[in-house]
């Protein structure tokens, strides 16, 4: 594991960063910063026990492809433009994926198929995002997790959801530009309605159910969803390049001011 402020391109949080230890602490840290501080905070964050085990047992084990690698193997922050259009929601960063890099979908398949999606929507300067410093940068996205820890099996647990959920919604009041959710996957989708719910907007009812394509609009937001960039769904073409850049195609629509008559 990174200690914070030890090199690591990009590492918002340095020794004297306050650490959340429990969900409480969550909360109280979440609470009354802004978007720097907020990504530190995030990235020293020790709240969930078991994710805090995991992300540095994998982090120490290494997978064989990338055992001459350092690890960050902690947890990740939002990243991307700070005053964006366009917020694009995860479930959780891969064990070999953001929790290697320090970036969030980056180092993995599923990432590979975002960042390439991005480029060819004209949103990222580059096609791939391989480490923190490689000099990807997004305009007007930017790409958060609704769960910060790397999980076993990619398994966040009720608990687990529920102690991470005040940094998403720090996160999501700290982007006063943003006005489209794009969910990756039903677990995002539900993480954003629950979100805003939370916050006090109204979700429509009957309550939005996933799909991909499907859209809501809630509060200050339009929600869309797209199937996850997974393996299992890229591989088996249930979600293939052109789904995922018709989805940001009918983003960049939804983001679009109103033509003047």
């Known amino acids: 594991m990174t200690a914070a402020g030890r090199g690591w391109p990009g590492d918002p949080a340095d020794a004297t960063t306050p650490v959340a230890l429990d969900a409480a602490g969550v909360r ?36 064989a492809s990338f055992a001459t690698e350092p690890y960050w193997g902690r947890p990740i922050p ?38 390439a999606a991005l480029h060819r929507a004209g949103l990222a300067a580059l096609p791939t995002s391989v480490h923190a410093g490689d000099g990807q940068r997004l ?46 996957g039903g677990f995002a989708w539900d993480a954003a309605l629950r979100q805003l719910a939370a ?30 960039p997974s393996q299992q769904n890229t591989f088996t073409g249930r979600l293939t390049e052109p789904m995922l850049d018709d989805v940001f195609a009918a983003a960049k629509d939804l983001a679009a001011p109103p033509v003047q008559a």
């Open 28 to 63: 109280t840290l979440a609470a009354g910063c802004d978007l720097h501080e907020l990504d530190a905070r995030v990235s020293v964050c020790r709240a969930c026990p078991r994710l805090v085990a995991w992300r540095e047992q994998v982090a120490t084990e290494k997978r």
């Open 78 to 115: 939002g990243w991307g433009d700070p005053q964006p259009w366009l917020v694009v929601l995860g479930l959780a960063p891969a064990a070999h994926g953001g929790n290697r890099t320090g970036r969030v979908f980056t180092g993995d398949r599923s990432g590979d198929w975002l960042f």
């Open 139 to 184: 305009d007007g996205v930017r790409i958060v997790a609704a769960v910060r820890c790397a999980p076993p099996d990619n398994r966040p647990t009720t608990d687990e959801r529920d102690t991470c959920a005040p940094w998403l919604a720090a996160e999501l009041a700290l982007l006063p530009t943003a006005r489209v959710i794009l969910c990756l």
């Open 199 to 228: 916050a006090g907007n109204a979700v429509p009812r009957p309550r939005p159910r996933f799909g991909h394509g499907a859209t809501a609009d809630v509060g200050p937001f339009t929600l869309i969803a797209s199937f996850h």
